[in-house]
């Protein structure tokens, strides 16, 4: 079964700019999570979707956002990019949102701002 | 703020010792607990999960929790220097949810 699939690998933005990562989670899951990954502030809870509903965010500002499609696939967008948003993203998924579920992650999408 | 300790190291153990990873979590109300391990320049890969307190045993691999002490913490026994890698806890507070949240992980070298 393959796993989760993160495009791009790789994004070079320069400030100002606005950028769309995809997620394809493994077959058969319907739970995907996003995640930012930085030096400083480790790997930190983005948000969550299941059945296209954003069930949880966490605590960073609006000019993230994201979604989910009808066959689980999730894109997560950010607008405005700041120098800030320079980090690893990764995208993790589980067959439904259980606490005990365990979450699978992709590659994930190496964001660099310019 | 639910919060998820672990210490960053460095930890350097040798080849063949036991390496012991330990992490603490500040809400009684955890309710599962993953460790991952994350090699440079990789994504996360599940280590280990466990949900009950006491020890669960994979291989190499053992995870303890202690849910009155709020600890949780990771065995690796006969190390491999292939086992060299940044640790992560991953705690799920909350039911009907998939929120991770992470300590800063522990970085951890099998010297030959």
């Known amino acids: ?114 | 703020q639910k919060e998820v300790e672990q210490n960053s190291g460095p930890l350097s153990v040798p080849e063949g010792a036991i390496a012991s990873l330990n992490c603490t979590y500040s809400d009684r109300g955890s309710q599962s607990f993953f460790w991952y391990r994350q090699y440079s320049g990789k994504s996360p890969e599940l280590i280990m999960f466990i949900y009950s307190n006491g020890d669960k045993e994979d291989g190499r691999f053992t995870a303890q929790l202690n849910k009155a002490s709020q600890y949780v913490s990771l065995l690796i026994r006969d190390s491999q220097p292939s086992d060299s890698a940044t640790y992560l806890c991953a705690v799920n507070y909350r039911a009907g949810a998939q929120k991770l949240v992470f300590g800063q992980g522990t970085r951890l070298t099998i010297n030959p």
Not at chain 1, 30 to 48: I, K, M
């Open chain 1, 1 to 114: 079964k393959a796993g989760v699939t993160q495009t791009p690998r790789y994004l070079i933005k320069t400030r100002g700019q606005q950028v769309t990562l995809s997620c394809s989670p493994i077959s058969g899951h319907r739970s995907v999570s996003w995640y930012q990954q930085t030096p400083g502030q480790g790997l930190q809870f983005l948000f969550e979707y299941f059945s296209e509903t954003q069930r949880n965010k966490g605590n960073f500002p609006g000019r993230f956002s994201g979604r989910q499609f009808s066959n689980s696939r999730s894109e997560m967008n950010v607008s405005t990019l700041e120098l800030g948003d320079s980090a690893l993203y990764l995208c993790a998924s589980s067959l439904v949102p259980r606490v005990y579920d365990t979450q699978y992650f992709g590659p994930g999408t190496r964001l660099t701002v310019l």
